[in-house]
């Protein structure tokens, strides 16, 4: 069994940054990360030097400081979302207006080669050794010294152990309450809560089309559309900041229960595309489609229904940590403020890290 001073249970942008905060303080730590991967709800597919942000393409630097601190202390190029030209209506008829854009307030930035640069950059200060990928945690238990995590299967043997005296769990607390199995059973108060939190986005769907051209922005267009007769319900412009390809990008507005055939669904999609914004729109290069609603290390079946509000986040039932300060919440659902955001995924780490070192 391997012991570290600290195992963090998922490598999104709040396990890695808080992987990263406590390697500047020289503890010895290591993330189990469930996916063949990083980035969690970070997701960016390079084709050709484009990356698709196929999760969060925005910050808003005017109100998430943590997030415009870490861009510019990583030296990472951001730019403004592209938004000059007129915006579309399309109609439950399927008729599409032309109308004036507007820029979304506070004004929206896109890191240049994809929001995943912020979690590789970060992983560049990070030991080696520190991430392992495919390391699905089942079960976490109180020790005398802190907490045992084992690693796979419950239903089988689970594959390996760690043992640590501290633990931070930066995944979706509803996420971990669901497929976690915590010994001691956590009080059935902190097991609600972390049940009710619904993971922002969870229950979203992205697609994103590449061109080589940008037509829509010769016709004048910013990308911008919204559509009350879908499959698409708000679509954006979601090129590079410098050359093409370039790429229209867009969430799905219908639920995750009417996402099953996703063949049928493409074909939808492109035929949308081509009455907004011109035939053009119906043969991209390629492009990438992402169902979060059916990512197991992500969504619960709870997640399947649409969010109709943004949250009020906050620790679950007002907990930071349990288990005598063992266990430490991380994960932006678990953030006071801007949770649900990247930022709230920054300040969580932060807050997580600190309750580590003050024992
Ligand atoms: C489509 C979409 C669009 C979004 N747009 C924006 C935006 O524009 N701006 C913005 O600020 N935010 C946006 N968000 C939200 C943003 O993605 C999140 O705030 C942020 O990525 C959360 O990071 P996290 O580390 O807290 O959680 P996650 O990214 O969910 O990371 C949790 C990690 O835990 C891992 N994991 C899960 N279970 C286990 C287990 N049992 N064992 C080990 N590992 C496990 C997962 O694989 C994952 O890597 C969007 C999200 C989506 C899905």
Known sequence: METVDTLIVGGGLSGIY???????KNKSVVVLEARER?????????HRGFHADLGPSWYWPAIHPKMADLVKTLGLIGYRQFEAGMGCFQRSNSAVQIVGGYAMEPRSWRISGGMINLVTKLCEHIPDNTIR???????????????????????????????ASTVILAL?????????????????LLTQAMLKMGTWMAGQAKFC???????????????????????LGEIHDGSNNSQGPYGLTGFLGIPAVQRSQQQRLTEAILSQLAIIYGKP??????FFYQDWARERFTATPLDQAPMVEHPRYHPPAGKTSFW????????????????????????????AVMNVFKG
């Open 133 to 163: 990928l495919n390391h699905p945690v089942c079960q976490i238990e109180k020790t005398a010294t802190g907490a045992q995590v084992s690693v796979g299967e419950l239903e089988k043997d689970p594959w390996s152990r760690f043992s």
């Open 172 to 188: 979706p607390p509803r996420l971990a309450a669901a497929t976690i199995l915590f010994t001691p059973d956590l009080s059935h």
């Open 209 to 231: 089309a590449l061109y080589e051209e940008p037509f829509w922005r010769q016709r004048g267009l910013s990308g911008q559309a919204f559509s009350e007769r879908g499959p």
């Open 38 to 46: 990083i980035g969690g709800r970070i997701l960016s597919p390079d």
């Open 281 to 286: 729109a119906a043969q991209p290069t390629t």
């Open 324 to 351: 005598d300060g063992a266990i430490h919440f991380a994960g932006t659902e678990t953030a006071v403020q801007h949770g649900g955001y990247l930022e709230g995924a920054l300040s969580a780490a932060e807050r």
């Open 18 to 24: 808080a992987a990263f905060l406590l390697s500047l």
